[in-house]
Antibody, heavy 118, light 108 residues
Framework: EVQLLESGGGLVQPGGSLKLSCAASGFTFSSYAMHWVRQAPGKGLEWVSGITGTTGDTYYADSVKGRFTISRDNSKNTLFLQMKSLRGEDTALYYC???????????WGQGILVTVSS | SYVLTQPPSVSVAPGQTARITCGGDNIGSKSVHWYQQKPGQAPLLVIHYDTDRPSGIPERFSASNSGNTATLTISRVEAGDEADYYCQVWDSSSYQWVFGGGTKLPVL
């Protein structure tokens, strides 16, 4: 059974930093791309960032480029999102999602809340 | 960047058929995926590769994609289908993943 468990969220001041983690199990982690998708309160889904399985190529939404860094540790089956220069509009529930070959997201974690506020 | 347009809400009575559209420039040339999100839950993939249902998704869920519009069809709608539905594509020109704004499906 595929499981994705996010951690590391919380309250941070504007301009601050936070690092999210996603522990994966139930599949061959290194074989699949992984992503972060966020959802602001009462809003829709927004893709944030993705990273390929073996080569580690990274991709970012324009809204976070230069501020967020995605990475992975295939030896520990863990995905990360380093967030810097956080803004109020980054407040959201952040989901870890497994990428499928069709560029869809076939499994999702339950999400972790990030609140940016003074 | 590529834009996907969905109606904010589509109403349907139990037992009827709901159709949720997703508009995009020449979306028929892309692979469209659909997600269901119930309140307080993570999204669930219900259709991928335009028309395919992942394991465990009822046959009542189907979809099509042609021209500038993709459509998710839910037949014999049940109260449990009440949720927000999102379409999604991968934009190869920008190498970004794109979601539609979402459609709320209240079952009246």
């Amino acid at each position: 059974e595929v499981q994705l468990l996010e951690s590391g969220g919380g309250l941070v001041q504007p301009g601050g930093s936070l690092k999210l983690s996603c522990a994966a199990s139930g599949f061959t982690f290194s074989s699949y791309a992984m992503h972060w998708v966020r959802q602001a309160p009462g809003k829709g889904l927004e893709w944030v960032s993705g990273i390929t399985g073996t080569t580690g190529d990274t991709y970012y939404a324009d809204s976070v480029k230069g501020r967020f860094t995605i990475s992975r540790d295939n030896s520990k089956n863990t995905l990360f999102l380093q967030m810097k220069s956080l803004r109020g509009e980054d407040t959201a529930l952040y989901y870890c999602a497994k990428g499928d070959y069709g560029k869809d997201f076939d499994y999702w974690g339950q999400g972790i809340l990030v609140t940016v506020s003074s | 960047s590529y834009v996907l347009t969905q109606p904010p809400s589509v109403s349907v009575a139990p037992g009827q058929t709901a159709r949720i559209t997703c508009g995009g420039d020449n979306i028929g040339s892309k692979s469209v995926h659909w997600y269901q999100q119930k309140p307080g839950q993570a999204p669930l993939l219900v259709i991928h590769y335009d028309t395919d249902r992942p394991s465990g998704i009822p046959e009542r869920f189907s979809a099509s994609n042609s021209g500038n519009t993709a459509t998710l069809t839910i037949s014999r709608v049940e109260a449990g289908d009440e949720a927000d539905y999102y379409c999604q594509v991968w934009d190869s020109s920008s190498y970004q993943w794109v979601f539609g704004g979402g459609t709320k499906l209240p079952v009246l």
